[in-house]
């Protein structure tokens, strides 16, 4: 860990090191009670990186024993692998030092761990080492790892410069903001490239870190760039470590808010938790920033009991008691309570204290941190409230709601759900599906459908809506609606299904369906009625007034011969009788046509569609474009006036409402399907507005289509006229 702990290989031609370094008067008792029973994990390295003490709190985080890798290397030790040596080397010439460095690797056992590593150089009886402090945060990296990922990270601006001021390394952010390519700055003079004058905090500041070798933080504007700096100087040896940033939002949303970067060099400072120690009867005498920062207090506020002060009133009674019976039992104290700001900001905590013995086996004091875990419960909280929420709208749901697991296990039952099948909900869940619901005829094929989706993670009947049966805790086989959703969670994957009672809806299709299936058949029946009764009428008036026409029309001829015509207004008379009696005739003949033109059933339907195309044209003085290119051989006679009717009330139609100028009439043999198109450029009409007369002209049309189970389909604007298609299945049996 760092350059003592987890240095196994030689040190670059490119030295990293700190000349500076604290000084311990002696290797006291006090500071092996510290070392040893500090809830920090730590470590002692000699000059050659070998491991020259660690504490139990170490050893558990990395699964090893003392004897194991004591005067090792942690390569030696098994653990770390050189990927790992090379990461902090890149971050070591990235940054100059570690300070709350955070890295990930893996433990010999193979457990990952991501830490917070803190060193500093120290001096032991006269003995250079390397204290290094590893603080886990695996947990709470995991927690954080669903937010982390909503945040783009920003790394600041890190440059190294030699006691020449000559710059040594500019990463890529410092270029940035800089404005200058890392590559090029380096080797070059920083005051010669950005000169500055002795008075400019900037030069002052590094001058300062320079010469009196300790860290120097500045904050400043820089109007060439527009930006707030804030520069964090560390000194070294062979000269300065820079990490600087753009604080500019910083500066102008928080103008009264200074916010200092504090580096520690010794455990408790360099701790992101916050730490206290007590002495014997457990009263504070120390807490470290991080805990001031949570209670808002300042140091001597939170000596003594005044810590409780910061603990949230609620919590207070019990965590005083708790705490005075455990120092006065001498035991661990684990505590879990909220601390209040005095700007009223509550901050849940996770608390931990140990006992301290001293050489003799007497208790000293206690050690503790605290550990902030508001978020923790928050999450924790909107979990409890999520559920909740989902439980009721789940249960309040008009349809039943079923969800299962992998291995078809029924893990949620709403109320409908226990409506539909009969089953309470205490009575499925943990049950299996196919040992309910699912018919004997279905089980096989739903087993295989989830061993699909396991595997390929495809399913056919997933986020469909389907129909299928289902059975019921009597045995009853139903209808019902079906759709299935897959779930993943963190738990694992899971099916929600959206499970509707379909009895009443089929029943009422099926009465519906066979109630339009018999009026279909009157229909048919009725046009049938009608067609023959026309036959009969036009056949009835053909014969009999016809004869009647003719037989008088003849006897009118015979008087004309016998009478004198002498007498004009009596020849007149005559003429005009015989006149009259050739116009009945003829409307005869016309209503007879109307009512069953014999051409159909003498020439056939084409002859007769033909004739009816060239009656309308007359009678309307246009000219209708008709082509026909189907064979009318042998087609069923209903199929035959069907066609003709349908023709004659399109035409009909367009008589009398369309007011157009010109009409296509189009049929034609489409597969084993006969295709009637007629098409007008009329006024047309608005489709999807409601007519204030209803158009039974088309309704017919569409009726009778129908009958001859085809498919009639309607096009029209206004201005833009009307066309209508019938495709009509063609049966010449």
């Known amino acids: 860990m760092y350059i003592s702990f987890l240095c196994v290989q030689q040190v670059p031609k490119q030295q990293y090191q700190f000349n500076s370094y604290r000084m311990i008067p002696e290797y006291d008792s006090d500071f092996l009670r510290i070392f040893h029973n500090n809830l920090v994990g730590m470590v002692l390295t000699d000059e050659q990186h070998l491991i020259t003490d660690i504490n139990a709190n170490l050893l558990k985080l ?20 050189e990927d790992n040596i090379k990461q902090m080397w890149q971050q070591l010439a990235e940054k100059g030092e570690l300070i709350n460095a955070e890295f990930s690797f893996k433990t010999k056992q193979n457990k990952p761990l991501t830490v917070l590593l803190s060193t500093e150089k120290i001096q032991l009886n006269e003995s250079v080492h390397w204290l290094t402090s590893v603080i886990d945060i695996t947990e709470r990296k995991k927690a954080e790892q669903a937010l982390s990922e909503m945040y783009e990270r920003v790394s600041d601006g890190f440059i190294a410069i030699d006691r020449n001021w000559n710059y040594k390394y500019v990463n890529k952010r410092a270029g940035e903001l800089l404005g200058k390519d890392p590559a090029y700055l380096i080797g070059k003079h920083m005051w010669t490239e950005f000169p500055q004058e ?9 001058h300062q870190a320079m010469e009196s070798q300790e860290m120097v933080t500045v904050e400043e504007y820089v109007e060439s760039y527009g930006i707030w700096f804030q520069n964090l100087v560390y000194p070294a040896a062979d000269g300065l470590s820079i990490f600087f940033r753009d604080i500019t939002d910083r500066k102008e949303n928080e103008k009264k808010i200074t916010e200092s970067e504090i580096r520690f060099r010794t455990l408790t400072k ?16 120390y807490v470290n920033e991080t805990w001031l920062q949570y209670s808002g207090m300042h140091f001597e506020e939170a000596l003594g009991d005044g810590w409780f002060n910061a603990v949230h009133p609620d919590d207070r009674d019990w965590l005083q008691k708790g705490w005075n019976s455990k120092t006065e039992m001498k035991s661990e104290s684990f505590s879990e309570y909220r601390i209040v700001d005095k700007g009223g900001k509550i901050r849940w905590v996770n608390g931990r204290a140990a006992p301290v013995f001293n050489n003799e086996g007497s208790l000293s004091g206690y050690i503790g941190i605290i550990l902030d875990v508001t978020e923790k419960k928050n999450s924790e909280q909107r979990i409890i409230n999520s559920e909740e929420s989902k439980r009721l709208i789940l249960n309040s749901a008009l349809d039943a709601i079923v969800i299962i697991d992998t291995e078809s296990t029924i893990t949620f039952w709403n109320p409908q759900a226990e409506q539909i099948f009969g089953w309470a909900a205490d009575e499925v869940i943990g049950q299996s ?25 495809e399913g056919p009947i997933l986020n469909r809506l389907i129909e299928v049966t289902a059975c019921n805790k009597q045995g009853l086989l139903f209808p019902i609606e079906l759709s299935i959703l897959p779930i993943e969670q963190e738990t694992g994957r899971s099916f929600c299904a959206f499970i509707r009672n379909i009895t009443e809806r089929k029943q009422a299709e099926s009465n519906l369906k066979e109630s339009s299936e018999q009026l279909r058949e009157l229909s048919r029946h009725l046009q049938k009625v009608r067609e023959e009764e026309r036959l009969r009428i036009a056949r009835e008036i053909h014969d009999e007034l016809g004869q009647q026409l003719t037989g008088l029309k003849m006897d009118v001829a015979w008087l004309m011969r016998k009478t004198a015509q002498d007498t004009p207004a009596v020849k007149d008379k005559f003429h005009e009788a015989l006149s009259l009696v050739d116009k009945a ?6 209503i007879c046509t109307e009512l069953r033109p014999s051409v159909i059933d003498d020439l056939g339907l084409n002859a007769a569609l033909e004739w009816q195309v060239e009656e309308i044209g007359r009678r309307m003085g246009v000219a209708i474009e008709y082509e026909n290119s189907f064979d009318d051989t042998d087609i069923h006679p209903d199929i035959s006036i069907g066609i003709f009717r349908i023709l004659q009330e399109s035409l009909t139609n367009i008589v009398r409402h369309a007011n157009a100028q010109k009409i296509k009439v189009k049929i034609a043999e489409l597969g084993n399907r006969i295709v009637l198109t007629v098409e007008d450029d009329g006024i047309g009409f608005d489709m999807n507005t409601k007519q204030e007369q209803p158009a039974f002209g088309l309704i017919g049309i569409k009726e009778c289509t129908s009958m001859l189970q085809g498919e009639c389909a309607i096009y029209s604007k206004p201005g833009a006229g009307t066309k209508i298609e019938v495709f009509i299945p063609l049966n010449k049996s």
């Open 585 to 590: 005739v003829q409307s005869i003949r016309r």
């Open 62 to 81: 990395i699964g090893l024993t003392k004897e194991h890798v004591l005067g090792k290397t942690a390569l030696d030790a098994g653990v770390l692998n």
């Open 198 to 206: 002795e008075t400019n905090p900037f030069y002052k500041a590094y």
């Open 270 to 285: 360099t701790a992101p938790v916050g730490i206290f120690e007590t002495d014997a009867s457990g009263s504070t005498t």
């Open 433 to 457: 599906l196919v040992k309910t619901i699912i018919p004997q005829e279905y089980k096989d094929a739903h087993r295989q459908g989830m061993q699909r989706y396991l595997e390929t993670g």
